[in-house]
């Protein structure tokens, strides 16, 4: 079993870079891949950890961008270098963008009667980058709501009345930084764009004409027929099918590493495709 989607708590997880690889190898993962939401601060840890336990790590990150669409849409950068430049100022734009929306989210919080402030909420976060989960996890612990989903449907989800948007990068742009990062791009969780078959396929195509390397086929939420369908995009498009479970520890608690579900299983075939394509990328 490989995973090459999985957050700590650099991001939104609840295991830090160097817990998530002890897993990893407890469970017997041949390859993992940490991919925190738009931050690289957790890669030289987790490679630390990686090189420690003799566990095969590829550094990656999740960005999300601007989609004209009923989903969303998140790009995976794998094998991307932390230390680049303009990888790095892209990620602080949105880092400070996220400051300013976690910001409003309080205020419209306190709006509703919540008493809640925002040094509480990054207490919570463990001094990662604060989320919507973070936000959830206190509204339990303080007794707004009964459970972390309840938090979403009644405040945070959007359209709910704490909801604020946020900052995304257009995919040129998430694109640009991951190539100057060495990395490659895929299209994460396809599933969460919400779209029909064929829309979704021409999506795919308009992203591969950006530069597009890969696709999350196997995926927690994905089904056995979306699966085979990512599948049949991977060879259309010449793309690497990747997959992972969007582990994020006790913030998702039904997710487990390299399993989802229980029943998710990513061929180790994605992780040397994956290389394969990193290196004949990289090789001039």
Not at 62 to 79: A, D, M, N, R, T
Not at 145 to 153: C, G, L, N, W
Not at 165 to 186: D, H, W
Not at 265 to 278: G, I, Q, S
Request: charged residues 25%.
């Amino acid at each position: 079993m490989i995973d090459l989607h999985t957050h700590s708590t650099a991001s939104d997880g609840t295991y830090s870079p160097s817990e998530l690889v002890a897993l990893a190898r407890e469970v017997g993962l041949y390859a993992l891949a940490l991919t925190d939401h738009d931050t690289v601060e957790g890669l030289a840890e987790a490679s630390a950890a990686a090189e420690r336990l003799g566990v095969r790590l590829v550094p990656g990150v999740e960005i999300s961008v601007k989609f004209e669409g009923p989903g969303h849409c998140h790009i995976l950068g794998y094998f991307v270098d932390p230390a680049s430049r303009v990888l790095r100022e892209t990620l602080a734009l949105l880092k400070k963008a996220r400051s300013e929306r976690n910001l409003r989210m309080v205020e419209k919080l306190q709006a509703l009667g919540v008493e809640i402030t925002l040094e509480e909420v990054m207490a919570r976060a463990g001094g990662g980058e604060v989320g919507r989960p973070h936000f959830a996890a206190l509204l339990v612990e303080k007794g707004v709501v009964r459970s972390p989903e309840e938090a979403f449907e009644r405040y945070l989800k959007k359209g709910a009345p704490a909801y604020v948007p946020k900052a995304r990068l257009s995919p040129e742009e998430a694109f640009s930084a991951i190539f100057e990062a060495g990395g490659l791009p895929v299209l994460a969780h396809p599933v969460h764009l919400r779209l029909p078959p064929e829309e979704l396929a021409g999506y795919v195509a308009r992203l591969k004409a950006f530069g597009l390397s890969g696709i999350e086929a196997y995926y927690t939420d994905h089904t056995p027929e979306f699966t085979a369908f990512c599948l049949e995009l991977a060879r259309r498009y010449d793309l690497v099918p990747t997959g992972g479970s969007d582990f994020h520890g006790r913030n998702k608690p039904d997710i487990k590493l390299g399993r989802g579900f229980g029943n998710l299983r990513v061929p180790d075939e994605c992780y040397h495709e994956l290389l394969a394509r990193w290196q004949a990328r990289n090789s001039g």
